[in-house]
């Protein structure tokens, strides 16, 4: 189990590095590829009409001008050392570890992101409980009485649960529940500073999306608990005598939950990159907003290290995910 | 096997406990589809005494395992069981099961009766311990720690003959070979003592040379339990091993039963010609073909009219007035604790056996 789990970091580490190597090939190759010159690559670190030498002495300082294996080595280098932006009259430094330099806002990224992070893992956490929990629930009962009423009536929801857009689904909860009904608080509050109101404030954001997601968890159980459920060993079960409630929970569902944790890890990993449009509208200042925002000012060094920070989710949920599904199935820590 | 003072079909059935500790009487299990209703059992009786081993034999869709899952209580639960009509008789030890709660079936099986499966690595769970599969059974029965429910586990990993029981025990089902996946199966359904035993092919996934051992254990436990057994199978030479009775099924109904030395001896019934025809031998001549039964298993939406064999029955026209093909055969007795349901006259069957098929076989 021990070498397992050391095999998969290992394995993760590894696909770390080819993150950063395809993210770094998104902003400086591929503009690069498509007919960008360095000229115009420099321009977007500066203000408006920049003066041609400002864009030489900006080329030069950053690097724009070396051949891209360098450019790259400055960047992973950035990454676990940190590194410094000559800008002419002054040099900036930007602390391990450096996520890139807003040379628009003169802010490092990487604090700006990680005083956003607890508003994203809010988010996400609480919604994934709400999702994980309605959706497994209404998956096993409607795979118990399949084509009853309840079934019929939760698959009807969660088809409406999954084609509803947060557009429409957050604005009418805002509307309802924070304006016509004031239930709910409408500005974010740390969980540090007040838990109740942190819970009060997030709740709307935390059911829109998770009305989304447990649809698809919803029907994900269904299928996996219909397919247990027609299982030889949960014959065996009970020709043993067992309760059905324990043939249906400790051998039905224990079965049926592991492809559901290859998801729900996929989904948080992703989630905690940034939830951009549940943000958005529900005005959280998460990571996810802070995305949207560097796209509007079109300031590259944000937008670098909101993807990076989200493929860096996604392998580390993807680590996570590798290690449950050993803990949950015996058979996988063989091969 | 007791004798029924009644025919199949038998409607005069007394709602009086009968002797035998297992008996089934005009058991009927349907299954109502978007087809039509399956008749998979069709008024079936039969009956086990302690100590005593009953084969139940036929090709796939006679019905033997609906029947076996019946006397379990296991068609009646999951999100199927609303989709079964069960009627008929099925006593136990004194306990009539077709009627009572399911509750009350549940707190039997695993104790009173235990049921062996085909094949023992899809029918254990993957995810958890051979042992924690076996404590379980154990735990829902009797109410003692984990501790000694684990001690329990171990002697009876030991008992059906796996080496260190003590380190097995932790394993898991995918770490263990065939034959000793189903010895853990084993342990696992004798495991609160079982009095009646129920195998469903429990060789027919195992290898040639492992069916013989398991079937050895299973003779052993059954005499030094002195359970009884229903063992299913459509491997006659299983039958010959270690059956004392067998039950031959057609069509969801008994074509014919008795002694196991009768109904090999003196088979009575066309059906069980063809089947003695289709064993392979080891002292017959290579050269010499196996006899295929000709024809499909028949449907048990549309069951054919009169005998349900008549279709695929080479001495179907040889009764008079065509009676094969409008009349069913009830069973009768044609031997001493032996029946069989056919409309052939007792000479034509002496000597289409005599003549015809004893000389092949």
């Known amino acids: 189990m021990i070498s397992y789990i050391l095999r998969r970091t290992f394995a993760a580490v590894i696909l770390l590095l080819v993150v950063t190597a395809v993210t770094f090939a998104i902003f400086f190759l591929l503009p690069r590829l498509v007919g960008q010159s360095a000229d115009q690559l420099a321009q977007q670190y500066i203000g408006k009409s920049p003066s041609k030498a400002d864009i030489v002495a900006v080329k030069h300082n950053l690097g724009?001008?070396?051949?891209?294996?360098?450019?790259?080595?400055?960047?992973?280098?950035?990454?676990?050392?940190?590194?410094?932006?000559?800008?002419?009259?002054?040099?900036?430094?930007?602390?391990?570890?450096?996520?890139?330099?807003?040379?628009?806002?003169?802010?490092?990224?990487?604090?700006?992101?990680?005083?956003?992070?607890?508003?994203?893992?809010?988010?996400?956490?609480?919604?994934?409980?709400?999702?994980?929990?309605?959706?497994?629930?209404?998956?096993?009962?409607?795979?118990?009485?399949?084509?009853?009423?309840?079934?019929?009536?939760?698959?009807?929801?969660?088809?409406?649960?999954?084609?509803?857009?947060?557009?429409?689904?957050?604005?009418?909860?805002?509307?309802?529940?924070?304006?016509?009904?004031?239930?709910?608080?409408?500005?974010?509050?740390?969980?540090?500073?007040?838990?109740?109101?942190?819970?009060?404030?997030?709740?709307?954001?935390?059911?829109?999306?998770?009305?989304?997601?447990?649809?698809?968890?919803?029907?994900?159980?269904?299928?996996?608990?219909?397919?247990?459920?027609?299982?030889?060993?949960?014959?065996?079960?009970?020709?043993?005598?067992?309760?059905?409630?324990?043939?249906?929970?400790?051998?039905?569902?224990?079965?049926?939950?592991?492809?559901?944790?290859?998801?729900?890890?996929?989904?948080?990993?992703?989630?905690?990159?940034?939830?951009?449009?549940?943000?958005?509208?529900?005005?959280?200042?998460?990571?996810?907003?802070?995305?949207?925002?560097?796209?509007?000012?079109?300031?590259?060094?944000?937008?670098?290290?909101?993807?990076?920070?989200?493929?860096?989710?996604?392998?580390?949920?993807?680590?996570?995910?590798?290690?449950?599904?050993?803990?949950?199935?015996?058979?996988?820590?063989?091969? | 096997m007791t004798e029924l003072s009644k025919t199949e079909t038998g409607d005069e059935a007394t709602a009086k406990a009968p002797s035998a500790f297992l008996e089934v009487r005009d058991l009927k299990v349907h299954f109502p589809t978007d087809d039509g209703i399956v008749k998979s059992v069709d008024g079936l009786s039969f009956s086990v005494e302690k100590g005593k081993t009953l084969a139940i034999v036929g090709e796939s869709g006679s019905g033997k395992s609906v029947t076996s899952l019946a006397v379990m209580g296991l068609h009646r639960l999951g999100a199927r069981g609303k989709n079964v009509r069960m009627s008929g008789e099925i006593w136990l030890n004194g306990k009539e099961l077709v009627g009572a709660s399911p509750d009350e079936v549940?707190?039997?099986?695993?104790?009173?009766?235990?049921?062996?499966?085909?094949?023992?690595?899809?029918?254990?769970?993957?995810?958890?311990?051979?042992?924690?599969?076996?404590?379980?059974?154990?735990?829902?029965?009797?109410?003692?720690?984990?501790?000694?429910?684990?001690?329990?586990?171990?002697?009876?990993?030991?008992?059906?003959?796996?080496?260190?029981?003590?380190?097995?025990?932790?394993?898991?089902?995918?770490?263990?070979?065939?034959?000793?996946?189903?010895?853990?199966?084993?342990?696992?359904?004798?495991?609160?003592?079982?009095?009646?035993?129920?195998?469903?092919?429990?060789?027919?996934?195992?290898?040639?040379?492992?069916?013989?051992?398991?079937?050895?254990?299973?003779?052993?436990?059954?005499?030094?339990?002195g359970s009884a057994v229903i063992m299913i199978t459509h491997d006659l030479g299983v039958v010959a091993e270690i059956a004392d009775d067998v039950l031959v099924m057609y069509g969801g109904r008994c074509v014919e039963r008795g002694t196991a030395t009768e109904v090999f001896e003196k088979p009575q019934h066309p059906y069980t010609w063809g089947l003695l025809g289709s064993m392979p031998r080891i002292d017959r001549e290579t050269s010499e073909r196996l006899t295929p039964v000709k024809g499909q298993p028949p449907s048990l939406i549309n069951v054919p009219s009169g005998c349900a064999f008549h279709p695929r029955c080479p001495y179907a026209d040889i009764p008079a007035d065509n009676v094969s093909r409008t009349v069913r055969p009830e069973l009768e007795l044609v031997g001493a604790g032996h029946w069989s349901a056919c409309h052939l006259s007792a000479e034509d069957r002496e000597r289409i056996w005599t003549e015809e098929i004893a000389p092949k076989l």
């Open chain 2, 106 to 225: 549940r707190r039997l099986r695993g104790r009173e009766m235990a049921m062996i499966f085909q094949d023992p690595l899809s029918a254990m769970h993957p995810y958890y311990k051979v042992g924690d599969q076996i404590v379980e059974a154990y735990r829902v029965h009797h109410k003692v720690s984990k501790k000694e429910a684990r001690k329990r586990a171990v002697e009876m990993l030991d008992r059906v003959g796996i080496p260190e029981p003590a380190k097995r025990v932790d394993g898991y089902p995918h770490e263990f070979s065939g034959g000793m996946r189903q010895r853990a199966m084993i342990a696992m359904a004798l495991v609160n003592n079982p009095e009646l035993l129920i195998a469903d092919e429990p060789t027919t996934a195992l290898d040639v040379t492992v069916q013989a051992q398991i079937l050895d254990l299973i003779r052993d436990l059954q005499k030094e339990f």
């Open chain 1, 64 to 335: 724009l001008d070396q051949p891209l294996y360098i450019q790259y080595w400055h960047f992973i280098k950035g990454i676990v050392a940190g590194a410094d932006y000559n800008l002419g009259p002054t040099t900036v430094h930007c602390d391990v570890p450096c996520f890139g330099y807003s040379f628009k806002d003169h802010v490092e990224v990487w604090p700006q992101l990680t005083s956003r992070i607890p508003i994203t893992l809010s988010l996400a956490l609480g919604a994934a409980v709400l999702w994980l929990l309605s959706g497994v629930a209404v998956g096993v009962v409607s795979a118990l009485k399949p084509r009853s009423l309840f079934d019929r009536t939760f698959m009807g929801v969660a088809l409406a649960g999954v084609s509803l857009p947060m557009f429409f689904t957050g604005n009418l909860a805002i509307l309802l529940f924070t304006y016509k009904w004031p239930i709910f608080g409408r500005t974010y509050v740390p969980f540090t500073e007040n838990p109740a109101q942190w819970a009060n404030t997030l709740f709307p954001a935390w059911c829109s999306l998770a009305l989304l997601y447990s649809a698809i968890y919803a029907r994900l159980t269904r299928s996996g608990m219909l397919e247990t459920m027609n299982e030889d060993f949960i014959r065996t079960a009970r020709s043993k005598g067992l309760p059905e409630r324990t043939v249906v929970v400790r051998h039905g569902l224990r079965a049926a939950l592991t492809p559901i944790i290859t998801v729900f890890g996929m989904d948080l990993g992703l989630l905690l990159g940034g939830a951009v449009i549940t943000e958005y509208v529900f005005s959280l200042p998460g990571v996810g907003q802070y995305a949207v925002q560097g796209i509007t000012d079109n300031d590259l060094p944000k937008i670098l290290g909101v993807t990076l920070l989200a493929a860096v989710f996604v392998v580390i949920a993807n680590l996570l995910v590798d290690v449950l599904y050993a803990a949950a199935d015996p058979r996988v820590r063989l091969s």
